[in-house]
């Protein structure tokens, strides 16, 4: 297949740009740059630097040959700032892709896949979450990834457009040779491993007064590469099914505390931590069923447990820094 990548610079959109290589897609990685590094686009891939809102630049590069599917990666993720700043998630999430989405329709692509979130569910009302619960963003983040899905719901409705949503849980751990670097920084396990790196003194726990086992927040973490198979099979999985929405997760959650003493364990160091207030916008629990995945499309995470997931994120970060 002929396929865009959108923010195909970033953390997960350049694992999956590699992966769909590897299965011999051919593939325009579209970025701006503002958050993704040059240096994660595979060489194999064409790369144009510019945003989905450019629409001189996505005529140009839908007029010179008919993409067979877009991957749709670009956007802002940090909850804890879409808080302070909604009116930039919602230009940039949902107005570039509804550009974006005008565009594929204009030009006759016939697939999207969407990368989307947990935090389209807010505060879950039971565990684990299933596809089919209340959608009540508590952020705007994630109310811009909602609105994202509703626009393909109704793009799909009218215009026939097939599309596959994929509703992340935490993406983490790192490849051989891609990994988490975020400017700035905002997730757990990056910033834990910054401490034995020496960039800095200590990790904050932000809420320690969540109705949880100790008090902190609980997340499901799923590796990179996991994530990157669901979306090869996403992509194929369009040919027979015309609207796919699934979580992404392993099903199992750990508390920050938790995920703190597994860093220490992994890296042999005592990683000092701070307790400080919670942050707007965090639910206290998320983890996901991914039942339907595994049953739909016979996904097998392969690299999911926590333990495994801080010790490749730990070799690469160590490798980096080096």
């Not at 953390?11 to 593939?27: C, E, P, Q, T």
């Not at 970025?31 to 140009?60: C, M």
């Not at 993720?77 to 204009?106: H, R």
């Not at 990790?203 to 994530?227: A, E, M, N, Q, W």
Request: charged share 20%; aromatic share 8%.
């Amino acid at each position: 297949m002929r396929l865009l990548v959108t923010g195909g610079a970033g953390y997960i959109g350049s694992v999956v740009a590699d992966h769909l290589l590897r299965k011999g897609h051919s593939l325009t990685v579209l970025d701006n740059l503002s958050k993704g590094h040059r240096e994660a686009v595979p060489a194999q891939a064409e790369f144009i630097l510019a945003d989905t809102g450019d629409q001189p630049v996505l005529d140009y590069l839908f007029e010179q040959g008919q993409f067979d599917a877009v991957m749709h990666f670009a956007a802002y993720i940090e909850a804890g700032e879409s808080v302070l700043c909604p009116e930039k998630y919602f230009e940039n999430n949902c107005a570039c892709s509804l550009n974006l989405l005008q565009t594929v329709v204009k030009y006759r692509v016939p697939r999207f896949v969407l990368s989307s979130t947990a935090a389209v569910y807010g505060e879950p009302r039971r565990i684990p979450i299933t596809e089919d619960d209340a959608l009540e963003p508590a952020n705007p983040y994630g109310e811009s990834k909602l609105i994202v899905e509703r626009m393909l719901a109704w793009f799909h409705k009218v215009h026939g457009l097939r599309y596959a949503s994929l509703r992340y849980f935490n993406a983490a751990g790192a490849t051989a040779d891609r990994g988490e670097a975020h400017n700035p920084e905002t997730h757990l396990i990056p910033l834990v491993l910054q401490v034995p790196l020496g960039k800095r003194p200590s990790i904050s726990i932000f809420g320690t007064d969540y109705p949880t086992k100790d008090g902190t927040c609980i997340r499901d973490y799923i590796h990179v590469d996991d994530l990157a198979t669901a979306h090869l099979l996403a992509l194929g999985g369009l040919e027979e099914y015309s609207q796919l929405i699934f979580n992404l997760g392993s099903g199992n959650g750990y508390s920050v505390r938790e995920v703190i003493e597994i860093a220490r364990k992994v890296t042999g160091h005592p990683i000092p931590a701070v307790e400080a207030p919670r942050r707007a916008g965090d639910p206290a629990v998320l983890v996901a069923s991914s039942e339907k995945i595994r049953r739909v499309l016979g996904w097998e995470p392969q690299h999911s447990d926590i333990e495994s997931i801080i010790r490749s994120a730990w070799k690469w970060q160590k490798k980096v820094t080096d």
